[in-house]
């Protein structure tokens, strides 16, 4: 969409179909460049002056239409699309979608097996907690892991709400061999803020940088 305009996405955005499609072909175009097979297909928010009960039913319909068009593109090239929960809480009052169960539904009407949740636990932990119970019920649809300190957006080894080495341990027993994206706000310096990660890697017997054949 159009940032400047405030746009953040375009997938249930009502008339705005034929402006996602155009975007859609564009960033698949980028994914194939750099070898990405994951791309977020972005909800956006919902309209200015507009009551969101009110239109929530009209940009559910336009998420799953352009979420099905979407699924057909994406398979033809072997990728996967996500669609991310964003809290209205803190980070964006606006956004359409905000909470895993909204997401699972919408997944389910969808029907694609090539559409996945992306589950960025500092939104999830905001909108409903329970992460552990919300991580194992919605393993199966979770396509990729997002991760940062509530309330903060920080580190994950900063204060606050989350145990991440409980979080990664459960990760593993689930069996999760995606990626856990860091999409916080370092506190300080980007590298000497990746510390958590050594001593986290440290923890479990692992040489930092490396992976054993146990870790993978």
Not at 37 to 48: D, F
Not at 140 to 160: K, M, T
Request: hydrophobic share 40%.
């Amino acid at each position: 969409g159009e940032q400047e305009a405030g746009e953040m996405g375009l997938a249930a955005v009502p008339g705005r179909q034929a402006a996602f499609r155009q975007g859609l072909g564009a960033v698949v175009q980028y994914a194939k460049v750099v070898g990405c097979p994951r791309i977020h297909l972005m909800a956006g928010r919902v309209p200015l002056g507009t009551d969101r009960a009110a239109v929530a039913g009209e940009m559910e319909t336009t998420f799953i239409e352009n979420l099905r068009y979407a699924a057909d593109l994406l398979a033809q090239e072997d990728m996967i699309g996500l669609v991310e929960p964003i809290n209205n809480r803190i980070t964006d009052p606006r956004y359409f979608l905000n909470t895993p169960q909204q997401a699972a539904a919408i997944l389910e009407k969808v029907g694609q097996p090539n559409l996945k949740l992306q589950l960025d636990l500092f939104h999830c932990q905001i909108m409903d907690g329970n992460l552990s119970r919300n991580l194992e019920t919605y393993f199966p649809l979770i396509g990729h892991i997002q991760i940062a300190q509530v309330p903060g957006r920080h580190e994950p080894d900063s204060p606050g709400e989350l145990n991440f080495p409980y979080i990664f341990e459960l990760l593993e027993s689930l069996g999760y061999t995606g990626y856990v994206g860091c999409e916080y706000a370092p506190k300080g310096d980007t590298l000497e803020g990746l510390g958590w990660l050594r001593s986290y890697w440290e923890s479990r017997g692992l040489q930092y940088g490396r992976t054993s054949k146990a870790a993978e």
